[in-house]
């Protein structure tokens, strides 16, 4: 009987590179006794939670698989009773609005195989929030960051995805039991040889090394600089702003901060977050520590002395952005 891991992301913590990678190196990791299905329409597995979230997106593909029960019951069908192990990846998995997975009824989807392991990667709160805010931002929709910033903080929730990662634990454990979930430090395990997806090969059993067995892939769905996407969107909104206008932003910032990281925040703002999460982090490392003592959340890194904030953004800053925006129209 094979056993299955479960890659649930969440969004904005290399799903994608992850995603991207294992499904270039299907046959290899085949070779290795593991299997990453190609049941479309991209390299993830997002479509299997078309059983709890309705998306139109995955409308084709499910159709030309019978349907989402029939998709899921070719899955263990096909894969359950093989040696080895199946991998699934879906950030979609730790959604919790508008609609969010069942787990209680996944836990029994997948009770044909031997062993379970739900892998989590768990991200400082004010990056990921930072990062989801982004990433809504790159989809053509400007959420008011303050509103953002409190709605985060009120219900532990960026745009439908759990920033508290306590939420994530309630989640799982209706279906699954603590020690069937691996939590992993996303700084951590990222800065480690192999990075983000050594250290779920890991959790296979596999002695696959990320890093020379097996081939690359370009780096998916890199983030911009977040003040730059900040500053060219609020120039264009409500249109989505121009590459040309972030590069303006962007080559303003550089002239002004030279390579200093940058945020969407301002100080009050981080102050703020920093307070709402400090509680719930603590409760989130001592919950995950009962099965995995080594472990421990790292500190946040966005910090009004050492990134660019909106309130640095001054005069010579914006002249600097519209100077550039004016030459570019003369050129065109």
């Known amino acids: 009987m094979a056993k299955v891991v479960l ?4 969004h ?14 299907r046959a290899r990791l085949e070779q290795a006794g593991l299997y990453y299905p190609d049941i479309g329409p991209n390299p993830a597995h997002h479509i299997l939670t078309a059983k709890w979230i ?13 349907g989402i029960d029939a998709l899921w019951t070719k899955i263990i069908d096909t ?17 919790l609005e508008p609609a969010r997975v069942d787990f209680k009824e996944l836990a029994g989807l997948l009770s044909p195989f031997e062993e379970v392991r739900i892998v989590y990667y768990a991200r400082d709160p004010i990056a990921l929030t930072q990062s989801i ?16 910033v409190q709605r985060a903080i009120a219900t532990g929730l960026a745009s439908g995805v759990p920033v508290d990662h306590n939420l994530v634990l309630d989640t799982l454990e209706e279906g699954f039991c603590p020690d069937q979930i691996t939590i992993f430090d996303y700084e951590t395990v990222k800065a480690q040889p192999g990075g983000i997806l050594q250290a779920l090969l890991n ?33 264009t909104a409500p249109a989505r702003p121009p590459h040309a206008i972030y590069d303006a932003a962007r080559r303003a910032l550089l002239d002004r901060f030279d390579k200093a990281p940058t945020t969407i925040f301002t100080p009050a703002q981080i102050a703020t977050l920093k307070a709402s999460f400090v509680e719930k982090n603590q409760r989130f490392e001592k919950r995950v520590q009962q099965h995995s003592p080594a472990f421990s959340m790292s ?11 909106p309130r640095q953004v001054g005069p010579g800053v914006t002249a600097a952005i519209a100077r550039q925006i004016y030459q570019l129209e003369r050129i065109s």
């Open 203 to 235: 959790v296979t059993g596999s002695d696959l090394m990320a890093e020379g067995t097996l081939k690359e892939t370009k780096q998916a769905n890199t983030s911009p600089d977040p003040l730059a996407q900040l500053l060219a969107t609020e120039l």
């Open 54 to 66: 309705p998306n139109p997106d995955f409308d084709l593909s499910l159709k030309s698989h019978g």
């Open 7 to 10: 890659h649930i992301g969440p």
């Open 299 to 309: 500190p946040n890194r966005i910090d009004p002395q050492t990134h660019v904030t």
């Open 12 to 25: 904005k913590t290399g799903t994608s590179y992850i995603q991207r990678r294992l499904f270039a190196n």
């Open 79 to 95: 894969y359950a009773p093989k040696d080895g192990t199946l991998i699934l990846s879906g950030e979609p998995f730790t959604r």
């Open 133 to 148: 805010w982004q990433e809504v931002a790159k989809s053509g929709r400007f959420p008011a960051i303050q509103g953002f």
